[in-house]
């Protein structure tokens, strides 16, 4: 018989009734330390008073209005993305898949606008996640996610991930944009080198097509920027956000450049729920704690113990581990033994971690984990190691 949840996820037998930091806690009390973070969506940790506060203040006075009034929240939160970032505008969306859908449609708007409308394809790469609507996994192509779903939609060119050829011959008359990932994050924890992000950059300005940035796991803090394409000096045309923003409460945005939004008028898209000022309340304040000049020092200055840390029980458990990867707080464990081996001996430590493609274990913690919990989770980590060794040998 089918269970009265849609069995589309294979549960681990955990649930948790609190959180508070980088902490979690069952019904019966056992705390398990978190670096999954609900995939990077916590970034400020569970419980955050900060959020809270946000929060309950805006759920005593307003819960929603619909996207025909003002919505003072909402553009409190747009004003801070446009001062921080890249981007002339934003609109806000629930997730990153509807995220997705923006960015795409706001591409090829802007070409048929533009006298360009044959200019519909999206070029994107394997290994990427870009949500599960229509337009996602169209985009990602993945066997996984597309098989029996089809007829996809039409219009994207998924190219092999690092395959600087294939991308010189697929830019053609009919392409609008390239999607990509800085890091790939359900793909096991893939930089793209800075140098790549710049060469992208400037092919794109070279065929004046879009580029757009899939932020969604990368971005809001996660690599020690506020995203992770700064690193690289450059900026997208087009970029989608969404976990982290929230903090936990459903919120997504798409940001972008004037030019490249021109298309989007009046009445062009919409959303009941986006930028709602529940929603909105909590992400101005996200932004405002990250903005805080104090914030991502502190990010940088926490991942690199963790990294620093990850690299000694890398080469401690050489049959486990291959190496580390990633940027910041995005950081994945490379595996020679089975990356669930060390998902499941994690939680037999009672340390929360996320598998990913390509035999990795993604550590995302919340950003604001102490050192304290970075000693714990190391020795967490070292102990589970040390156990997936053992039934292996
Ligand atoms: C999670 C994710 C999405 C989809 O976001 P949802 O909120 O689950 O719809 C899209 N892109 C990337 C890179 C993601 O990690």
């Known amino acids: 018989m089918i269970p009265s949840i849609l069995p589309t996820y294979n549960r681990a037998p955990l649930s948790f009734q609190k959180g508070e930091g980088a902490w979690l806690t069952e019904a019966d009390g056992t705390r398990y330390l978190d670096l999954g973070a609900g995939i990077a969506v ?8 900060d959020l809270v506060a946000a929060l309950t203040e805006q759920a005593n006075a307003l819960w929603h209005v619909s996207n025909l009034y003002n919505i003072p929240a909402q553009q409190k939160l747009a ?40 200019r519909t394809d999206i070029i994107t790469f394997t290994g ?8 996602g996994i169209a ?23 690092g395959d600087h050829e294939a991308l010189s011959n697929a830019i053609t008359d009919t392409t609008a944009a390239i999607l990509i990932e800085p890091i790939q994050g359900e793909g096991g924890i893939r930089p793209v080198p800075d140098q790549c992000l710049k060469g992208l950059r400037d092919r794109c300005n070279y065929h004046g097509i879009l580029l757009i940035f899939d932020e969604v796991q990368c971005g809001m803090g ?8 700064e690193w690289a000096g450059i900026a997208p045309d087009i970029m989608m ?20 939004a021109s298309g989007m008028t009046a009445g062009s898209h919409g959303s009941t729920y986006g930028g709602n000022p529940l929603a909105c309340a909590v992400g101005a304040r996200v932004m405002e704690i990250m903005t805080d000049p104090a914030f991502l020092p502190e990010v940088n200055r926490k991942a690199g113990l963790l990294r620093q840390g990850l690299e000694s029980l890398v080469a401690s458990h050489p049959g486990v581990f291959e190496a580390v990867r990633g940027n910041g707080l995005m950081l994945g ?43 714990e989770a190391l020795a967490r980590l070292d102990r589970a190691a040390a156990k997936v060794q053992a039934s292996e040998s």
């Open 42 to 49: 916590n970034a400020l940790g569970h419980a955050n008073p």
């Open 79 to 118: 004003d801070l993305l446009v001062e921080h970032t890249f981007a002339d505008t934003a609109f806000f969306t629930n997730s990153g898949t509807e995220a997705c859908e923006l960015a795409v449609k706001m591409a090829r708007k802007h070409f048929h606008d533009a006298g360009q409308p044959e």
């Open 128 to 135: 990427s996640f870009h949500g599960r609507s229509s337009a």
């Open 139 to 161: 985009a990602a192509a993945s066997e996984k996610m597309t098989k029996g779903f089809g007829p996809l939609l039409p219009g994207f060119v998924n190219l092999p991930f």
């Open 222 to 229: 996660r690599t020690g920027k506020l995203f992770a394409h």
């Open 241 to 260: 956000v969404a976990k982290g923003i929230g903090g936990g409460f459903p919120l997504g945005a798409v940001l972008a450049t004037e030019k490249a």
């Open 333 to 375: 464990l490379k595996c020679i033994a089975a990356n669930t081996d060390v998902v499941a001996a994690g939680y037999g430590e009672h340390l929360l971690t996320v598998p990913a493609a390509d035999n990795v274990v993604r550590l995302l913690p919340p950003l604001t984990l102490t050192d304290a919990d970075i000693s």
